[in-house]
């Protein structure tokens, strides 16, 4: 149910702003973690290296990205979030946290502690498993 409110938030910004679901993602990785190269944001959203670039490059077109150059070593170039692709995201997360305050604002506090003990023990045994697999 929270999901399904979410994808629609989701939907209508990118339609409202034309992107793709690669571009968002890369859009919160840059948010995250820039500035980074095109080789790092490659790695992170699983995209060949002229994938993402050509991702960036519609960014930066759209003014939502831009490109510096990297003082460590000048033949890079250096990604980053503009205010307005900022912006985008953001408004993306406050939907997301809209969702949520929307499908619990009507429950009782003690149906939310109970499920929230349930959920952390299930959280707990979850973890070593996969911990495991993230580092093998």
């Known amino acids: 149910m929270i999901s399904s409110r979410v994808m629609r938030g989701m939907q209508d910004e990118l339609l409202e702003w034309d992107l793709s679901f690669s571009q968002i993602t890369a859009m919160h990785q840059l948010r ?21 670039s050509h991702l960036v490059e519609r960014l930066v077109k759209r003014g939502l990205a831009q490109r510096t150059e990297n003082p460590e070593n000048r033949r890079e170039k250096l990604v980053d979030l503009t205010d307005a692709g900022r912006d985008i995201v953001g408004r993306m997360d406050s939907e997301f946290v809209r969702a ?8 009782h506090l003690d149906t939310v ?12 045994e979850l973890e070593p498993i ?7």
């Open 32 to 52: 995250a973690r820039a500035p980074m190269t095109v080789t790092q944001l490659s790695e992170l959203t699983r995209l060949s290296v002229p994938a993402a």
């Open 100 to 107: 949520y305050v929307t499908a619990f604002q009507g429950l």
């Open 113 to 124: 502690q109970a499920a929230t003990h349930h959920l952390q023990r299930v959280l707990d």
């Open 130 to 136: 996969y911990s495991c697999q993230e580092h093998p």
